[in-house]
């Protein structure tokens, strides 16, 4: 009855880090709006050019911002920091639910993300997207993160540059501080997987703007393949001293007594 009472009680918020997302991001606002359990939706204005932070506000979010564009990873934190402050000490954290600020009225279809989460099956939640119609990629950055994840941790997720993601509080604080870039995605769930945290795939029935096959979107991809190699050597390294580390250290000899 207790765990039912919590679970009734749990609250989650939705973080929309955006830039230039003016004519997308009030209708994924609403549609965010209508999510159950959720009860904060919060867009990150990372330093867009647009009128972003306006028409998120009027859409029903409560809106920070970024003076100048800092990237995804600064969004997120910002957000789980603003997320933080509106906690209430008496009541569990928010579960944070991070989604893209071009889902449009797609966005309400994250919400299977959040029940493994709110029942206490997995720690972390990731969204299957369905085939992106204008999708120019050859699967290239996808198969590098895939690999690296399973390399790193034993499991083989199916999308592991999904950036729709539910997870707990205390998973995201053991996650921080996030990677960089494109790589933010690859270094969390790697981070997580190895201390243990449980992760699972749900597939969302999603629809957002791919990146397709001019200069523009091959450009995309090549940001997202080195910052995917950033965050996965970063880790090899991290590992490889702390196995040196951990060799090295001397055990302790017991005194001898006479």
Not at 101 to 116: H, I, R
């Amino acid at each position: 009855m207790r765990a039912a009472a919590q679970r009734a009680r749990q609250r989650v918020a939705v973080i929309i880090p955006a830039k230039d997302e003016s004519r997308r991001i009030a209708a994924t606002v609403r549609s965010a709006r209508a999510i159950p359990f959720v009860d904060l939706v919060l867009v990150v204005d990372d330093g867009s050019e647009d009128n972003t932070q306006h028409v998120a506000r009027e859409a029903g979010a409560v809106v920070v911002r970024h003076s100048h564009n800092r990237g995804k990873a600064a969004a997120m934190e910002t957000g789980a920091a603003v997320v933080a402050m509106r906690d209430a000490p008496d009541r569990a954290p928010r579960i944070l639910l991070f989604i893209d600020g071009d889902l449009g009225e797609t966005a309400v279809n994250t919400a299977p993300l959040v029940p493994p989460v709110v029942e206490g099956h997995a720690d972390l939640s990731i969204a299957l997207l369905p085939p992106q119609p204008g999708a120019g990629g050859r699967g290239i950055v996808v198969g590098a993160a895939r690999r690296a994840i399973a390399s790193m941790t034993g499991w083989t997720p199916t999308q592991p540059l999904s950036g729709m993601r539910c997870l707990t509080r205390e998973a995201f604080e053991a996650a921080t501080p996030l990677a960089r870039g494109w790589g933010v995605e690859t270094g969390m769930t790697i981070d997580l997987l190895r201390q243990g945290f449980r992760v699972v795939e749900v597939p969302c029935e999603l629809r957002h703007r791919p990146s397709g096959t001019d200069l523009k979107g091959q450009m995309h991809r090549a940001a997202q393949y080195r910052d995917v190699q950033l965050a996965v050597n970063a880790r090899r390294v991290r590992s490889a001293a702390s196995s040196v580390k951990h060799a090295v250290t001397p055990t302790k000899t017991p005194p001898t007594h006479r």
